[in-house]
């Protein structure tokens, strides 16, 4: 752990795996979502006007099942960083759900987009929603039956880019949690936070895909090793 009193500026890369102690399904691993349904039956802009039916039916019942679940010990812990910490602090996640907000965290950014948002595709706003869509309800702004997920798909452009690596370039410390490193651009933010010379950290169950990048590593499950850290990193600052 580098010294903190050098440390003002942190982003928080967080994925399935913080979810996961609250009963939300990760993508990758034994039983997760992408052994179930094809990534290509569901997840990119071709099955959507393919089978949006399909599509609509599978983020219905994503969306519902967020709403049923409750943040965890890391969320908690992480809005207790965002709420403790001094300096410049950014949580960006790829998870579509809302339990870091759930938790209190509020400098948090959806790279992914998110279940509790329906976007227009006709007059391009988004608008909060936590019922269905499979019945093509209208846009509450303008009135057409154009709404589809804010979930970016495969094959669409991750949200608010320039944000995060402006953070990037700005870190001291990088802090991977619980995602397998698997999806870019989010797996290179490491390589990008180093080069800019960010102290690394990865905290997830196992090694990730690209926990070689990482100058740090501590594996164990989110609940345990995020507030842990979160002590950690407030009493060296306090
Ligand atoms: P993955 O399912 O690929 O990876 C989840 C990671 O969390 C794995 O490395 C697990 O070992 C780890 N993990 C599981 N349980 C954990 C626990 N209790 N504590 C800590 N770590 C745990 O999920 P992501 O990396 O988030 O994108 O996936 C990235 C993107 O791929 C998602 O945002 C989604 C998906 O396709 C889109 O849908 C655009």
């Known amino acids: 752990m580098p010294v903190m ?4 500026n942190i982003v928080i890369l967080s994925g399935a795996g913080i979810s ?11 039983g997760g979502l992408w052994e179930r349904h094809r990534v290509e039956d569901v997840a990119t802009p071709e099955a959507f006007a393919r089978d949006p039916d399909l599509v609509l039916r599978f983020y219905d019942m994503r969306r519902a099942a967020i709403q049923t679940k409750e943040p965890n010990a890391a969320h908690l812990a992480l809005a207790r960083l965002d709420a403790e910490w001094p300096g410049e602090l950014l949580i960006v996640t790829q998870n579509v759900d809302d339990l870091h907000e759930r938790a209190g965290a509020e400098r948090v950014l959806h790279m992914h987009g998110e279940h509790l948002l329906a ?14 869509l499979i019945e093509r309800p209208p846009c509450p702004v303008c009135g057409e039956r154009a709404l589809r997920p804010d979930v970016v798909w495969f094959g669409e452009m991750p949200y608010r880019m320039d944000e995060i690596y402006a953070a ?8 991977s ?11 290179g933010f490491v390589r990008n936070a180093r080069e800019m010379g960010a102290h690394t950290l990865e905290l997830n169950l196992e ?15 989110a609940t345990q090793i995020v507030p842990a ?6 009493s060296a600052a306090s």
């Open 20 to 30: 996961a102690e609250s009963g939300i399904d990760t993508f990758r691993s034994e």
């Open 168 to 175: 990037l370039r700005e870190a001291d410390l990088f802090v």
């Open 229 to 234: 850290w979160v002590d950690e990193v407030l």
């Open 177 to 187: 949690i619980g995602t397998s490193g698997a999806v870019y651009p989010a797996a």
């Open 5 to 8: 009193k050098d440390i003002r």
């Open 207 to 221: 090694p990730s895909k690209g926990t070689r990048w990482f100058e740090e590593a501590r594996h164990g499950p």
């Open 119 to 132: 976007w227009c595709t006709a007059c391009d706003t988004r608008s909060p929603w936590t019922g269905t």
